[in-house]
């Protein structure tokens, strides 16, 4: 993919469907989502996993431990494979 779009998430099961519709509806359609999960304790982590299996370019990963909102944009960062 051309682009990486990073989202990073923590308990956001509320929005998070519209947030995810949004970001891949773009008209650029050569993107990968990559998702970062910080260790939410709603339904976040059954969303995530429902629209990656519906969607190749969607990546879920979930950290094990709530490491703070900046770590885990950091995290992200560090994944993104964009060239």
């Not at 969607?55 to 900046?70: K, M, S």
């Amino acid at each position: 993919p051309s682009v990486t779009i990073g989202l990073a998430v923590h308990n956001g099961a509320a929005t998070l469907e519209s947030a995810l519709d949004g970001l891949l509806n773009q008209t650029h359609r050569d993107l990968r989502l990559l998702i970062s999960d910080n260790a939410s304790q709603d339904e976040t982590q059954a969303i995530c996993e429902k629209w990656a299996a519906r969607a190749a370019r969607i990546e879920y990963l979930r950290q094990p431990q709530n490491i703070g909102p900046v770590p885990n944009f950091h995290f992200l960062l560090s994944q993104a494979a964009s060239p």
